[in-house]
């Protein structure tokens, strides 16, 4: 199961971007999907999961500002973020579980995009 990202790019602070990803390969099923980032220096963190019912979780510092939505028909998940700031520079990773055709569970990653906030 392969991840493609796209969206990133670089905004003003108080911007917005949107991040899509797209899950492709030999699919049964898509549960959980997520976004995670990851600034020079930090480790990995979570920004907003959603699950196939469409039940999203987000990390306190983006509350209110980011949304997570997915369309299941299209195997894609999206991130749309408000109110950019300086701190929310990083590399975005996409992610998704599953099932795979093979009915073989499936936890696939994106290979990032980066989003750089800054005037």
């Given at each position: 199961?392969?991840?493609?990202a796209s969206g990133g790019g670089l905004v003003q602070p108080g911007g917005s971007?949107?991040?899509?990803?797209?899950?492709?390969g030999s699919i049964f099923r898509i549960d959980g999907m997520?976004?995670?980032r990851q600034a020079p220096g930090n480790q990995r963190e979570l920004v907003a999961t959603i699950s196939r019912a469409?039940?999203?979780?987000?990390?306190?510092?983006?509350?209110?500002?980011?949304?997570?939505?997915?369309?299941?028909?299209?195997k894609t998940?999206?991130?749309?973020?408000?109110?950019l700031k300086p701190e929310d520079t990083a590399v975005y990773y996409c992610n998704a579980e599953g099932?795979?055709?093979?009915?073989?569970?499936?936890?696939?990653w994106g290979q990032g995009t980066l989003v750089t906030v800054s005037s």
């Open positions: 199961v392969q991840l493609q971007l949107r991040l899509s990803c797209a899950a492709s997520g976004w995670y469409g039940t999203t979780r987000y990390a306190d510092s983006v509350k209110g500002r980011f949304t997570i939505s997915r369309d299941n028909a299209k998940v999206y991130l749309q973020m408000n109110g099932l795979s055709s093979a009915l073989v569970k499936f936890n696939s």
